[in-house]
């Protein structure tokens, strides 16, 4: 990420990966390098410490996904979440000399990956995802209403760890930008039905227009 050494561009506290993570759970879990590198796109959980520090990812995948086998030789390897994000255009500004850009929020976690296989950890995995995503919803489904197919298709399921060795986020969300070109900008992206990104457009906004919460 080009803009991850540029302070303007990064996460106020570990909160915004937190958020991040929430906001976007499907991830591209990435073992590179090698006749048997993986690629596999997976919904990951942050774990957090006492602290309310970021501390690992947690996740699982199909046992009969060659990525298991390459995880199990190199336990070394990347999640890359790519978070709402948009192309911003000049026809939007009073300022039609300004160059297009691409405002997204964007993260890398470098991870040290832990396999299980014991039915009691698969089943706390997947108990806590349903758990995550099914949260809020009226009518929220749970596992247990799988019956007897849910035993058979936890067996194919092998629950992972990822402790995070490395953090490498952008938060390009206008922070750039002039008072006027802003609002601007966030006239046009909410146009265009881009209320995500606005939301965290404005949660990064120190004019004084954002608030604390990117959703």
């Known amino acids: 990420?080009?803009?991850v050494r540029d302070q303007r561009y990064a996460a106020r506290s570990q909160?915004?990966?937190a958020d991040l993570l929430?906001?976007?759970?499907?991830a591209w879990l990435i073992s590179p390098g090698g006749d048997d590198a993986a690629f596999t796109p997976l919904p990951l959980r942050a774990e957090r410490g006492r602290d309310g520090s970021l501390v690992a990812l947690r996740g699982h995948l199909?046992?009969?996904?060659p990525h298991v086998a390459r995880l199990r030789r190199d336990p070394h390897a990347h999640a890359l979440v790519l978070g709402p994000h948009a192309y911003v255009s000049p026809r939007w500004l009073?300022?039609?000399t300004q160059a297009p850009t691409w405002n997204y929020a964007a993260a890398a976690f470098a991870l040290r990956i832990a396999l299980s296989e014991a039915p009691d950890d698969i089943d706390a995995e997947l108990q806590a995802l349903v758990a995550q995503m099914e949260a809020g919803h009226a009518g929220a489904w749970r596992l247990g209403e799988m019956g007897a197919r849910y035993a058979r298709l936890a067996t194919g399921v092998t629950a992972l760890r990822g402790e995070i060795v490395e953090v490498r986020a952008s938060f390009k969300l206008?922070?750039?930008?002039?008072?006027?070109?802003?609002g601007q900008i966030l006239q046009g992206l909410a146009a265009t039905g881009e209320d995500a990104l606005v939301r965290w457009m404005r949660a990064f906004d120190t004019r004084g227009s954002?608030?604390?919460?990117?959703a």
């Open 94 to 96: 009073d300022d039609r």
């Open 62 to 65: 199909a046992r009969r996904n």
């Open 22 to 26: 929430a906001a976007q759970p499907l």
């Open 174 to 182: 206008g922070q750039d930008e002039a008072a006027h070109d802003f």
């Open 1 to 3: 990420m080009g803009h």
């Open 15 to 17: 909160r915004d990966l």
């Open 210 to 214: 954002g608030g604390d919460e990117p």
